[in-house]
């Protein structure tokens, strides 16, 4: 097949894979498209942990027609046997005669052993199709698994002049950036705040202006000040609300926060709250891919100052004059965004880029 015919097939299987954001951890994002005589004749893609991968679900909706066919793929078939069958297996039992993979999947027990595996069963491999656009798809799990730590997308809410509040203002973002926030909420697997931010505003960090379902809660609390009647403590699954602590808190204050069910978790001290490394760490060694940093100022320019922010979104309001510290509070080495992109949202300006 053409190059732009391979390319029309893996963006299928992109936008197929695209689907299940915020629910595979700690997979990947996965979609599979099966294609005979010019046709589509299946395709699929991985819905969640421990069901189907998106291979065996395109190939299942395939059925014989699959016999000498090719199928299109974001990521490299595992070779391995977790929670399921690995998909190398599938493809060579189906009777396919060409693979298209975007990008070989970092995880040791695949690696290219799935390329090797079909291969030498015959079967043509052809690699590399659209893979700038599969490893961004992908950026989770390719920094949970080749850094220990997952992809951290920092969201701040600033006016014009770059200030973070506005007197006698709760909320600086209009209705159009509020749905954006809970859409961000719905696809990444945590959402992030700083012990402030649960003070002053006592977020739920639910999925509530669109239908979806709720992240990971994460909370830095150096001192475990949360309080007991905060809405991610009296949440219907508080196990579900992790709060970061330091070694030394205050061990009444811990035990209460222990004993309403949180999933509480202890690390070191650094830079005038808990260390963020060991936080991302620690979420990375249990399987969180992605978090949405809401955090306020502090945690953000300690996120941005430590090296530990991927990409950052600013939600900007047509407000001049602002309160309160700048957005990214003690940054002062200043840095150029990659890959930047603005939109509008109602009457807010998204302004979006990586961090070098």
Excluded: Q
């Excluded at 099966?34 to 969640?48: F, L, N, P, Q, T």
């Excluded at 959402?191 to 739920?204: K, S």
């Excluded at 260390?275 to 320019?301: C, Y």
């Amino acid at each position: 097949m053409s190059d732009d015919t391979d390319a029309a097939y893996m963006r299928r299987a992109l936008r197929l894979a695209a689907r299940a954001a915020g629910r595979t951890s700690p997979n990947p994002l996965v979609g599979a498209v099966v294609v005979s005589d010019g046709k589509i004749v299946g395709e699929g893609y991985h819905r969640a942990a421990g069901e189907p991968h998106a291979e065996v679900n395109a190939l299942r909706k395939a059925g014989a027609a699959a016999r000498g066919g090719t199928i299109y793929t974001n990521l490299e078939p595992c070779a391995h046997t977790g929670r399921t069958p690995p998909c190398v297996s599938a493809i060579k039992e189906a009777g396919v005669a060409r693979v298209v993979a975007a990008m070989r999947d970092p995880d040791p027990r695949t690696n290219g052993k799935g390329f090797r595996g079909l291969r030498d069963a015959g079967i043509e491999i052809t690699v590399g199709v659209l893979a700038d656009e599969a490893a961004r798809l992908n950026a989770g799990f390719i920094s949970r698994l080749t850094r220990g730590r997952p992809f951290v997308l920092i969201k701040l809410a600033a006016t014009i002049d770059g200030r973070v509040a506005v007197p006698g203002r709760r909320y600086l973002s209009g209705k159009a950036a509020l749905k954006e926030v809970h859409r961000l909420r719905d696809r990444f697997d945590a959402v992030l705040v700083g012990i402030g931010t649960v003070i002053a505003d006592d977020p739920a960090l639910t999925v509530r202006e669109i239908k979806g379902r709720d992240p990971l809660r994460i909370v830095v609390d150096a001192d475990a000040r949360t309080p007991v009647n905060a809405k991610i403590v009296r949440a219907k699954d508080p196990e579900r609300s992790v709060i970061f602590v330091a070694r030394d808190a205050n061990v009444r204050r811990t035990n209460r926060l222990r004993d309403a069910g949180v999933s509480l978790v202890t690390v070191p001290r650094s830079d005038g709250g808990v260390d963020l490394s060991a936080v991302l760490r620690w979420l990375g060694e249990h399987g969180v891919n992605t978090v949405l940093s809401e955090a306020g100022p502090h945690v953000a320019g300690s996120l941005v100052r430590s090296g530990l922010a991927d990409r950052v979104l600013f939600l900007l309001s047509p407000i001049a004059g602002g309160d309160g510290p700048p957005a990214l509070d003690g940054v002062a080495k200043p840095a150029d965004l990659r890959d930047v992109r603005i939109r509008r949202m109602g009457a807010d300006l998204a302004v979006e880029g990586a961090l070098a």
